[in-house]
């Protein structure tokens, strides 16, 4: 039987891509030989947890600003009407708030848990599925249906963005529910291979679409003194779908056509969410854009209490976003006033995905084969281990220590155990301690991915956009990670058959000192500050 093993990665929307099966046999590490589970799959989302450490004190009242070489803070000023600069950290009298956000973020984390399952769930699945369709021997199709769903995410992720400014954010998770549901009961009941790709097709744009609505739906609506954590715990939820695609898969040994039910299980959180989004208030920020004042107001009194109405809404007011100013178009976002904002998503994704989390787990049993460690379970167990410490310490640290300093923590720490991966594969002096410092630098790769890498894009994005722009430069920084993972997963064994593994691990050990130089001199820190004082801060009006 097909063993049972999810990979995955942590995102901001983060996960990760299925590349595909690998059959059992051997694989070249470099020099040395090291063995292969029959059902790992590359580029998945690691599993992740998630603590909800409810920081109440404000942070400092100033916003990072480093840009260019310039590697010293300064404090936030924004621009007044008549183009001269006013401090902005005075510090302001704060209602608290008597509201809560918890069970509306609760329902926004429904499309993260179907994102994580419908990446997980063919996994299981895959094997008994094509021997019911006939293509047990035609690994072709076998890898349209892993990866038709990638396609699918690339279209969603930038068409999220384009709906929730024009229908509203809790209507485009009700739109979002439809190519869920259909595409869940299309692949649990298909007959051929042509019904299950549309069925994987439609399941794909549900779940780019997924990846874009719900950080931002999650980031307008929590508290400035939580944002941080609540915004992460997205993560927790996308882990949480891998794991009950594994757990939906238990029974496939005893039923082999069980694959259906899988797939039908996922019409039940899709029609949840519907229903849940239906009485769910909607974004504050998004009605006051559209010039729905008394909305707005009643979302406000809705989600903090009506003790925090006059004080969220003054923030909007003094924003520079006034109702008359449009949404932004995609031509937009290259603009003079957000380019520079919007090339940090894009370049943070990108270095996410270059900095070679798909080639760890994609080697991850093999890694732990070398070192003794027979069982894929272990291995996974170990993994996600690593994972779900290292997602909880930056849970709790990214409302204190800030997003930047996890940012530099992370890749720093990715760009050491990349190194320590290489130099065991390739020094000779280290051959008696290869299998064991390779398990390490692997475990230490997937901890410092966690810290940062994993979680913060996908949170920070929504922060640092501008209320007109943000529905779309996140769905384009999105659309940069889907694209770039299905190129990465695309090429990257020719790859490493070509310059083999070792070196392509000091390549990735590059890209993340890279990334670390980058992030050092472009990425603001946000912890602390509203939407409204950051948007301020990086797009004044013009």
Same mark, same amino acid.
């Given at each position: ?18 590349? &595909? ?9 470099? %020099? ?10 590359? &580029?998945? $989302? ?49 209602? %608290? ?22 990446? &997980?769930?063919? $996994? ?74 549309? &069925? ?139 380019? %520079? ?45 690593? $994972? ?83 529905? %779309? ?23 490493? $058959? ?45």
């Amino acid at each position: 039987m097909q063993a049972l093993t999810i990979s995955a990665e942590a995102t901001s929307v983060g996960c990760r891509f299925p590349g &595909g099966r690998v059959s059992s046999g051997v694989e070249k590490l470099g %020099k040395r030989s090291l063995g292969f589970g029959r059902s790992s799959m590359p &580029g998945r $989302n690691i599993c992740c947890g998630q603590r909800l450490g409810l920081e109440l004190a404000r942070a400092r009242s100033g916003v990072e600003l480093v840009f260019g070489s310039r590697a010293k803070s300064r404090w936030v000023r924004a621009q007044s009407f008549d183009g001269d600069l006013e401090d902005d950290s005075s510090t302001k009298l704060q209602t %608290k708030s008597s509201g809560t956000v918890l069970p509306y973020v609760g329902i926004a984390c429904l499309g993260a848990i179907l994102f994580g399952y419908h990446l &997980g769930v063919v $996994n299981g699945a895959l094997e008994y599925l094509a021997r019911d369709l006939g293509i047990t021997e035609n690994t072709v199709l076998q890898g349209w249906i892993v990866s038709t769903a990638l396609a699918g995410a690339t279209v969603g992720s930038f068409t999220g963005g384009s709906l929730a400014d024009k229908f509203g954010r809790t209507r485009t998770f009700q739109l979002d529910a439809i190519p869920l549901a259909v595409g869940a009961f299309l692949c649990a009941t298909a007959q051929n291979v042509q019904t299950m790709i549309i &069925g994987r097709l439609l399941c794909g744009i549900g779940i780019g679409i997924s990846s874009a609505i719900v950080p931002l739906y999650i980031s307008e609506i929590s508290p400035t003194e939580i944002r941080g954590a609540l915004g992460s715990v997205n993560q927790l939820f996308i882990c949480i779908g891998i794991l009950a695609a594994l757990v939906a898969g238990l029974p496939l040994a005893g039923n082999p056509l069980w694959w259906r039910t899988m797939f039908a299980i996922a019409v039940v959180p899709s029609v949840l969410m519907a229903l849940g989004m239906s009485i769910s208030p909607e974004s504050p920020r998004w009605l006051f854009q559209q010039g729905k004042i008394s909305q707005a107001e009643t979302s406000i009194r809705s989600l903090y209490g009506k003790g925090k109405v006059a004080e969220v809404m003054n923030d909007l007011s003094t924003s520079g976003q006034s109702s008359t100013e449009q949404d932004a178009g995609w031509f937009d976002l290259f603009s003079k006033r957000y380019r %520079k904002v919007v090339s940090v998503g894009a370049a943070l994704f990108l270095f996410q995905q270059l900095a070679g989390i798909n080639a760890v787990v994609y080697y991850s049993t093999a890694v732990f084969r070398s070192a003794g460690i027979a069982s894929d379970v272990a291995a996974s167990a170990l993994v996600g281990a690593s $994972n779900v410490f290292g997602t909880a310490v930056a849970s709790s640290l990214m409302d204190r220590q800030g997003r930047k300093s996890l940012l530099i923590t992370s890749f720093t720490g990715m760009a050491a155990s990349m190194l320590l991966l290489s130099l065991s594969f390739t020094w000779k002096v280290l051959t008696p301690y290869s299998g064991t410092l390779a398990v390490l630098g692997t475990v230490l790769y997937v901890l410092s991915f966690s810290l940062g890498a994993g979680p913060v894009p996908a949170l920070l994005l929504p922060e640092i956009f501008a209320s007109r722009i943000r529905a %779309k430069a996140v769905a384009l920084s999105l659309g940069m990670h889907w694209i770039s993972n299905f190129v990465i997963g695309l090429y990257f064994l020719s790859v490493v $058959n070509k310059f083999g593994i070792s070196t392509v691990y000091l390549g990735f050990s590059t890209v993340c000192l890279l990334a670390v130089m980058y992030i050092t001199g472009n990425v603001v820190e946000t912890k602390g500050r509203s939407l409204e004082e950051i948007e301020r801060a990086l797009s004044p009006a013009t």
